[in-house]
């Protein structure tokens, strides 16, 4: 605030300034004092890099079927005695690569669950903004069918969407359509938690006078709501996208592994584990147990990671 | 500065603002509950010449912030009319803008301080380029006292008065005609409000505005109106030039708030005591409204609402104050 720093400031470069802001603000520096989150944020960065390059680090396509050999099937992990060598962890009864299936897998699980989260995170803030806004019925309305939606449990609501949306389409379409369907039905039964937030905090901001100051020059509504009031709600919606994501990833799994999700063609961490489930008691313990453990890594680090930001953000813990 | 013959830039006539604060539906039809009204406002009228300062002063909740929101804009009148002298703002009359109280509320705290201000030049096109907004927004940082490199900063890296002046320069980014001021010191330091009030003073004489000012401090009306009205649940008690006002004051509830000003000379001086809380505005009292808490209260004030008339040079709401 006082002179010295207002001149070293380059007031031509708010771009650069903004990031160097960032780096020595609160929340980086919270961030790199923090152990958890920074091992947790490492760990998803790994999973998320090796996920992408899926292609380029595994030894086998798991979604071609002519890799796969059926004499090479359940094979254990290589450091056991029957390992054999590009199959890292083992094979499952069809002969696929473990590995790559698991790369492949989290692909899919992190590419619906972040779909799923981006989706009711738009459909959230539209209904919370307009919601608190506008008020009155309006508000009335959309906050009734927000209840309706949290009334039904999750998980048969998102069954229910995927097997209504199966049936519409045609038997070809199906598997490539499966991960929209996954995600939209992800999206309708989350999106009521965020537009409650949103709803909430636009309700503290339209009182506001910097609300009034835009009122009184007559901006639009759609206008004050997305540039002036979204900015100021978007921390609390950030906290709960990240640990929601954890939710989401579940719930692909979740569905993947009651068989209304990915089917066994593209598997993902789920389907695997549906998979692995049935040879478990046969032996072949590493079909089930290396997707699982890949799981489990995803849902603790994004929850782990959700913690320290939600912390983080909360002016009262500071 | 007055001009006699321009029509004044704000005629209030006997306007009201009431706000339906009833229960809900299911309340009022099970449980038999009555409707009920909020009179915020109920009958104001009083004449803003063009290029001076009315100010209203009254205690909390006696509606003063509901009227600034009526001039602006911001609230329908239940009752009544403002009308507005002609001018280069919307549908013709005059250009209105309001520098609020908090200044801590009044500067969305994620917007770059160069942002808040473009954006009435913005919305209303009062510039034809972005290198002109940017320069216009330099010189209005300038003209209320900060720097044109201010703009990059944010609100939080300012203090309350920096911030006031912030708002005052948004406010003038609209090039406005007619500026209701809403408190704008109440939340200031006291040596801050007297240099923000010297730039509000400044700025009326060279841009020659015209000034709403609504306060309850009573120095800082005095330094800056030329005519002021008391308000008190709802309605206007009394209304005079300032000088009048300050030295002659004839409605009882302005001697009181004059008595409760603290007086360097008369230290620990006895005063009047409030003994009543400020009545409700939904449940006034039957007849004068400051009734209970008159010192001069008889039958008539406890029955009969009394009615504005001329007491030398004030107009006066009370029975007792006779000319």
Known sequence: ????????????????????????????????????????????????????AAPLLSPQNPYDLTQ?????????????????????????????DIFSAILYGSRISLMIGFASVIVSVLIGITVGLTSGYIGGRLDNFLMRVGDLVLSIPTLLVAILVSAIFRQLLPVSLRDAFTPVILTTSIAITSWVQYA????????????????????????????????????????????????????????????????????????????????????????????????????????LAVNLLGDWLRDALNPKLR | MTNAHAKPTLRVD?????????????????????????????????????????????ESGCGKSTLARMVVGLYQPTRGTLSFADGSGRDGFVRTQMIFQDPFASLNPRWRVGAIIAEPIKQMALRPSGVETQARVRQLLETVGLSGQDSNRYPH?????????????????????????????????????????????????????????????????RHVSDRVAVMYLGRIVEEAATDEIFERPQHPYTRFLL????????????????????????DPPPGCAYNPRCPLATDICRTAAPESHPVGGSLVRCHHAIA
Not at chain 1, 17 to 31: E, I, K
Not at chain 2, 24 to 50: E, Y
Request: glycine share 6%.
């Open chain 1, 1 to 52: 605030m006082s002179v010295e720093t207002q001149t070293t400031k380059t007031p031509d470069a708010p771009r650069f300034a903004r990031l160097r802001a960032f780096l020595d603000g609160d929340l980086a520096h919270g961030f790199f004092r923090t152990p958890s989150a920074v091992i947790s944020a490492l760990v998803l960065l790994v999973i998320a890099l090796t996920a992408i």
């Open chain 1, 68 to 96: 796969l050999y059926l004499d090479k099937a359940e094979l254990p992990p290589i450091w056991l005695a029957d390992g054999e060598a590009p199959y890292l962890l083992g094979t499952d009864v069809q002969g696929r």
């Open chain 1, 196 to 299: 409650r937030i949103v709803r909430a905090s636009t309700m503290v901001e339209a009182r506001k006078e910097y609300v009034l100051a835009a009122r009184i020059l007559q901006l639009p509504s759609s206008k004050i709501m997305v540039s002036h009031i979204l900015p100021n709600v978007m921390t609390a919606v950030l906290v709960t996208a990240t640990l929601n994501l954890g939710l989401a990833i579940l719930a692909e799994a979740t569905l993947s592994f009651l068989g209304v999700g990915m089917p066994v063609t593209q598997p993902s961490l789920g389907t695997l584990i549906r998979i692995g489930n049935q040879y478990f008691f046969s032996g072949s313990w590493w079909v089930v147990l290396f997707p699982a453990l890949q799981l489990s890594l995803i849902i």
């Open chain 2, 14 to 58: 006997d306007v009201a603002c009431f706000f339906d604060v009833s229960p809900s539906w299911f309340d009022r039809t099970v449980m038999r509950k009555p409707q009920r009204t909020l009179k915020a406002v109920d009958g104001l009228s009083f004449v803003i010449p063009r290029g001076t300062t009315f100010s209203i002063v009254g």
């Open chain 2, 157 to 221: 890296e300012f203090s309350g008065g920096q911030r006031q002046r912030i708002s005052i320069a948004r406010a003038l980014a609209a090039e406005p005609e007619f500026l209701v001021c809403d408190e704008p010191t109440s939340a200031l330091d006291v040596s801050v409000q007297a240099q923000i009030l010297n730039l509000l003073k400044d700025l009326q004489r060279e841009l020659g505005l015209t000034y709403l000012f609504i306060s309850h401090n009573l120095a800082a009306v």
């Open chain 2, 259 to 282: 008595d409760t000003v603290p007086n360097l000379d008369r230290p620990n001086r006895d005063r009047m005591q409030a003994t009543v809380d400020l009545p409700s505005p939904i």
